[in-house]
């Protein structure tokens, strides 16, 4: 099973400010198979990236992904008030699906 | 746009089993596969397993020996069985919507698995 890390666990930023959001896997993932959620407080997550670099249907430009391999990246290139969320990543490998621990963006 | 509905007893006894199950308001049933997903309070996302529209399953290994998903396309519904139950199942269960490819800027086919709807979660508590 491939294990994901998220990091950093939380990230206190201001609105404004450029949020930078790595996952980490233990062995090599296909780009295609990678993707990031948001999830807010009593909600369900919410599609964000497919393919590590593809934004999802509504997903504003601020957002964008990238990476390969072992190493893959989340970057909000301008934060808005309603960004400040918990993110996940998740890939498709061996027939199962792995979620990273999340990485919390919070108001500083 | 596509809406998941789920509905299921939200509280049990240890050694109970858990039964959820989640419609689909809209869209083709057939054309994706069928996933539960969990989250234990205040921690992250675990993948229960999935069904897809030959009702072939696939289930996280950590949880195979006790889960079963199964699917009423006619309804276009699809459930989730969890036997003998803990407080370690406690947790908030969601279904979600599987793509299983996409088009890229170019218009190519990529093979690809992600979750692009998911239901509005149902907190599922096992106390004695």
């Known amino acids: 099973e491939i294990v994901l890390t998220q990091s950093p666990g939380t990230l206190s930023l201001s609105p404004g400010d450029r949020a930078t959001l790595s996952c980490r896997a233990s062995?090599?993932?296909?780009?295609?198979?990678l993707a990031w959620y948001q999830q807010k407080p009593g909600q369900a997550p919410r599609l964000l990236m497919y393919?590590?670099?593809s934004r999802a249907t509504g997903i504003p430009d601020r957002f964008s992904g990238s990476g390969s391999g072992t190493d893959f990246t989340l970057t909000i290139s301008r934060l808005e008030p309603e960004d400040f969320a918990v993110y996940y990543c998740q890939q498709y490998g061996g027939s199962v699906f792995t979620f990273g621990g999340g990485t919390k963006v919070e108001i500083k | 746009q596509v809406q998941l509905q789920q509905w299921g007893a939200g509280l049990l006894r240890p050694s109970e089993t858990l039964s959820l199950t989640c419609g689909v308001n809209?869209?083709?049933?057939?054309?994706?596969?069928w996933s539960w997903i969990r989250q234990p309070p205040g921690k992250g996302l675990e993948w229960i397993g999935e069904?897809?529209?030959?009702?072939?399953?696939n289930y996280n290994p950590s949880l195979k020996s006790r889960v079963s998903i199964s699917a009423d396309s006619s309804k276009k519904q699809f459930s989730l069985r969890l036997s003998s139950v803990t407080a370690a199942d406690t947790a908030v269960y969601y279904c979600?919507?599987?793509?299983?490819?996409?088009?890229?800027?170019?218009?190519?086919?990529?093979?690809?698995?992600?979750?692009?709807?998911w239901g509005q979660g149902a907190l599922v508590t096992v106390s004695s």
């Open positions: 809209s869209g083709s049933f057939n054309s994706y596969s």
């Open positions: 979600a919507r599987g793509r299983t490819y996409y088009f890229d800027s170019s218009g190519h086919f990529l093979r690809s698995y992600y979750f692009d709807s």
């Open positions: 069904i897809n529209h030959t009702e072939n399953t």
């Open positions: 062995q090599s993932v296909s780009s295609n198979y």
């Open positions: 393919g590590a670099s």
